[in-house]
């Protein structure tokens, strides 16, 4: 069982930034980490993801060039840095992990999710 902990969602209007930080409870470095997304209405959606070694990296075409994932393995943390923030970014951020996030198939372990909320 892994156990989740995302922090850093708020409100900002729109072409500010926001950090994300998700630590992990164990088990860190076996898994690939991701971040997924769900406004109000909408499905989940995928937003960023890592691999264990940080070597592949992978974005929603919504959010490349805005938004970087990054991992930092003796922390148990993983951070994604949002830019140039826009209303459409408003959701509930949630961070995951699994083994086959970049194979398409579902997180095995969710966190509980942080609001994020962009004003024009």
């Known amino acids: 069982q892994v156990h989740l902990s995302e922090s850093g969602g708020g409100l900002v209007q729109a072409g500010g930034s926001l950090r994300l930080s998700c630590v992990a409870s164990s088990m860190f470095e076996v898994y690939t980490l991701a971040w997924f997304r769900q406004s109000p209405g909408q499905e989940r959606e995928f937003v960023a993801a890592i691999s264990r070694t940080g070597e592949r990296i992978q974005y929603a075409d919504s959010v490349k060039g805005r938004f970087t994932i990054s991992r930092v393995n003796g922390k148990d943390t993983v951070y994604l840095q949002m830019n140039n923030l826009k209303p459409e970014d408003t959701a509930v951020y949630y961070c995951?992990?699994?083994?086959?996030?970049?194979?398409?198939?579902?997180?095995?372990?969710w966190g509980q999710g942080t609001q994020v909320t962009v004003t024009n």
């Open positions: 995951a992990t699994g083994v086959y996030i970049f194979s398409n198939l579902p997180p095995d372990f």
